[in-house]
């Protein structure tokens, strides 16, 4: 039998063997440091085999040139997906054309076995030039080792040629790697309480691990000693390690998972992980069972935030021109207000270099770490002025806790201190500093529950606990709109911010909205209120603050749920006016869900729901300080928005009037002047074609709107036209008038990028809509295609609900839809109501996460539903969601 076995076969073959073994190993029990370092061990066997076997038969291998390890794969720490760098380095004598085809093949041998291999060549004088265009390069060349080849050409690179460029640029290097982190960091929103991070690259995770490791090396680098690596920077500590080695399992999990290079950790994988114990006491996994999964990624916060602090702390310690991002020290302003502050002996703290640093022990005064009266002050003026707390300081508070605790006094003086910490302009990070020390906890017990907590609805992009520092951020952010995301906006609610007079209550009552969700009773609002009360209590606050700060916790739902209703109905703004009954507790309840809103995460306060939440609240606030003669009032607020419509179409005031008769005011104050010209040009054009469209395409979110004579399954259709493209609809909203006219508007996505990658398919895909409309296209042949494909699992199960309410209009029924979003549902929603006889009055359309929530105003023959009606027409409903799901 002929033998095929080559040298380099048995090599690739070895070396698959000693995979498999690492796995096995892992999935034993071995440690994530373990895995990866023998991995790098395998690897180097086979590249220096194969690098042995080339220079038998290539001279030119022989001598001038090295070839070196980078990157991870240079610090021995190699995941069992990761790309593996390496660096073939040659000497200033060596023709790089006269290697070229040597060096494809020994990458090529490589690629050959498996390997994400990543190469590059460069002449020692090349790389040992520093690049600033390329500052990633020099960060990788700071983890190096020699692999195989000349090793007097690494020697010169390593020990000369690297030290004296590290020397010489080491300061800019710093610079861009700071750059470089907070670029990261701003990508996650500057924190890394995500509920599916990425432990990579999110902040708290190994790319920050790496920043630590190299700003030790750069340090020393720049004064060409040891100690200064050794000393102030080198901060890591038991629990650093532990997070460290943490890190490292949770990775070769997800690598393993996957069978790829997949660092987020997806819910799915959270739950696998927990009960695997991963990066745990694994053994305890045979002995007790998988550990819950909420309880394991509180795990994975704590070890985050202690890879965050640590590299926080390197970096405060670095000059304060190279800091970056939240990193950079604070401006004049904050710095004149430090220096009003008493002297150091008497306040107990003082500021160096931004940080603020906890006073020596003294025998006669003890420890100003054990001082509320010292400690609380502290993070007042932390909060006034953003600056940070020296790493001593952290470990004498937290070392103090217990003796804190027993001299803190509740009731007037510790709300006068909370006051002082909730109302400056950097309460977020300071809250968040007190958070993570346990002193926010040892003020407010009820929050631990909500510590790193995740809830999976696939709104919410943070865990708990940083959903409300967000929020907190975003309150602050109204005053000073000028830097503010939100820009136009928050100027504008910035304004209803200024006039608030009991601040330090909206505050506290966003750090407390949402403990309840650690009672998991399913009404969290009531929960945190009670838990609000029990606060309210112990820090004495009067009746009238109480109230003000339990309503606003009660009812801190209730502006969102109003927004799924006709804002411009009568009904919905007196029903929403009467849970918040004064001016200042809607002032308070608008700035909240405003701030609430736009903390899920950065793209959940649209435009339209910035818009829709500003009239509601002028709505309320006119409903509130309304005279008896409001109904005029209304009145002559339509009439004037008739007359600015006529005003951009002149000569036509007859035929304007008689196009909006008919259409709720909601209509006429959603749309511009310019808009509703064009859709009352559009039923103009009924004698060419009775269906009328005008499309924008956008890279998030395009529009279609549809203007037509009403008919059966209008809405239905038009909906089904839309799902059989793909598009899954965000939200949308249909409006007719007493001529039978119907303005229909759906925003949508593009989930399969068919519309982006294909801009020739914009127009097929409209007349695709318009023929489907005009009854030239069957809209089920055109969805039958696309029921057939294979829809991917949702990440949260939405139990589908629907309810009904009479009082809130004076002419229709409410119906709420509340059910898993999927493509097609808006059609079987809208066709289960036309088989039932009922007409869509007004329709608002809208998702939250994998939450669809419809809101219909509906009538049967001009009336509202009886309950018979109602009950019959639920059963359709949960039916037709029950078939579209399926």
């Not at 021995?76 to 054309?97: C, H, I, N, Q, R």
């Not at 606050?541 to 799924?564: F, K, P, Q, T, V």
Request: glycine share 8%; proline share 4%.
């Amino acid at each position: 039998m002929q033998n095929d076995e080559t040298p380099g076969n048995g090599i690739r073959g070895e070396y698959q063997r000693r995979m498999l073994a690492i796995r096995d190993a892992f999935e034993a029990g071995a440690t994530g440091a373990a895995t990866i370092a023998a991995r790098a061990q395998a690897m180097d066997e086979l590249i220096v085999g194969v690098w042995s076997q080339a220079t038998e038969t290539t001279p030119e291998l022989r001598s001038g040139i090295a070839l070196v390890a980078l990157g991870g794969y240079g610090r021995s720490e190699l995941f069992p997906y990761s790309d593996v760098d390496v660096m073939y380095l040659l000497d200033g004598k060596v023709s790089e054309e006269r290697v070229k085809q040597p060096i494809r093949r020994i990458s090529q041998e490589l690629w050959d076995c498996g390997i994400r291999l990543s190469p590059l060549t460069r002449k020692r004088s090349e790389a040992e030039r520093f690049d600033p265009d390329n500052v990633e390069f020099a960060l990788s060349s700071l983890d190096h080792r020699l692999l195989a080849g000349d090793a007097a050409v690494y020697e010169r690179f390593a020990r000369t040629g690297l030290p004296k460029m590290l020397e010489r640029d080491g300061k800019t290097i710093v610079q861009g790697l700071v750059d470089l982190t907070a670029e990261r960091h701003k990508k996650y929103g500057d924190t890394l309480f995500h509920l599916e991070p990425s432990i990579k690259d999110c902040p708290g995770g190994l790319r920050d691990v790496h920043v630590c490791a190299w700003l030790k090396t750069l340090a020393g680098a720049s004064t060409g000693t040891k100690a200064s690596v050794d000393g102030e920077q080198s901060v890591e500590g038991e629990e650093f390690r532990q997070a460290v080695e943490f890190l490292f399992s949770v990775r070769c999990f997800l690598h393993y998972r996957h069978d790829r290079d997949d660092n987020t950790l997806d819910w799915q994988a959270q739950d696998a992980a927990a009960g695997a114990w991963m990066g745990m006491e694994r053994r305890r996994a045979a002995r007790e069972g998988g550990a819950d999964a909420a309880y394991w990624m509180r795990q994975y916060f704590r070890h985050a935030r202690a890879v965050e602090r640590n590299l926080t702390h390197m970096l405060e310690v670095t000059p304060p021109k190279q800091r970056g991002g939240r990193w950079a020290v604070v401006g004049k302003a904050a710095l004149s207000k430090v220096r009003r502050q008493p002297e150091p002996a008497v306040v107990g703290y003082r500021v160096e270099n931004g940080r603020a640093v906890l006073g020596v022990a003294n025998g006669a005064a003890g420890d100003p770490a054990q001082d509320p009266e010292v400690v609380l002050p502290l993070f007042a003026a932390m909060s006034r002025t953003g600056y940070g707390l020296d790493r001593a300081s952290e470990e004498r508070m937290s070392q103090a806790l217990p003796l804190l605790s027993a001299h803190l006094e509740e009731g007037p003086v510790l709300w006068r201190h909370l006051q002082e910490i909730l109302l400056g302009a950097h309460a977020g990070n300071t809250l968040r500093a007190m958070h993570a020390l346990g002193i926010l906890e040892l003020l407010i017990p009820e929050f631990h529950g909500i510590d790193a907590l995740v809830i999976r609805d696939a709104y919410h992009r943070y865990t708990v606990d940083e959903h409300t520092m967000v929020l907190i951020d975003t309150l602050h952010g109204m005053e000073t709109p000028q830097t503010s995301p939100l820009g136009e906006w928050a100027g504008r609610f910035g304004g209803i911010l200024r006039d608030v007079q009991h601040g330090a209550l909206l505050y506290l009552g966003a750090l407390l909205h949402d403990t309840g969700k650690g009672r998991n009773t399913g009404d969290h609002a009531r929960e945190s209120a009670l838990m609000a009360e029990n606060v309210a209590g112990r820090l004495e606050l009067d009746a009238y603050e109480s109230e003000l700060l339990l309503g606003l916790i009660r009812n801190h739902l209730e502006m969102s749920a109003a927004l799924r209703r006709d804002i411009f109905d009568l009904e919905t703004v007196r029903a929403f006016a009467g849970k918040v009954q004064t001016p200042e507790a809607l002032r308070m309840l608008t700035l909240f869900t405003y701030a609430d809103i736009a903390a899920v995460h950065p793209d959940a306060l649209t435009p339209w729901k910035a818009e829709n939440l500003w009239r509601l609240y002028l709505a309320t606030a006119n409903y509130l300080d309304r005279s008896v003669d409001d109904e005029r009032v209304g009145a002559r607020v339509g009439k004037d928005l008739v007359r600015r419509v006529v005003g951009v179409l002149p000569g036509k005031k007859a035929e304007v009037e008689a196009f909006l008769e008919g259409f709720p005011e909601r209509y006429l104050r959603t749309r511009t002047p310019e808009q509703v010209r064009m859709h009352f040009e559009m039923a103009q054009r009924f004698a060419e074609d009775k269906v009328q469209l005008e499309f924008h395409y956008g890279p998030e979110t395009s529009e279609i709107t549809l203007v037509t004579p009403d008919r059966a399954m209008l809405f239905a259709d038009m909906a089904g036209a839309l799902a059989a493209w793909g598009m899954n609809i965000v939200t949308a909203d249909a409006f007719s008038n007493r001529q039978g006219v119907v303005v229909d508007n759906f925003r949508f996505t593009d989930t399969f990028r068919t519309l982006e990658m294909n801009a020739s398919e914009h127009a097929t895909f409209v007349k695709s809509v318009h023929d489907a409309m005009a009854g030239k296209a069957a809209v089920e042949k055109l969805l039958a295609g696309r029921r057939r494909g294979r829809r991917k699992a949702p990440k949260v199960v939405v139990q589908a609900r629907v309810d009904f309410d009479d009082e809130v209009s004076s002419h229709s029924t409410l119906l709420q839809v509340v059910a898993q979003d999927m493509p097609g549902l808006l059609r079987s929603v809208s066709q289960a109501l036309a088989s039932r006889g009922c007409n869509i009055e007004v329709a608002l359309v809208d998702t939250e996460g994998e939450t669809a929530i419809d809101v219909f105003y509906v009538t049967r023959h001009g009336a509202k539903l009886d309950p018979d009606q109602q009950r019959e027409l639920k059963k359709e409903l949960l039916k037709a969601i029950e078939a579209n799901a399926g």
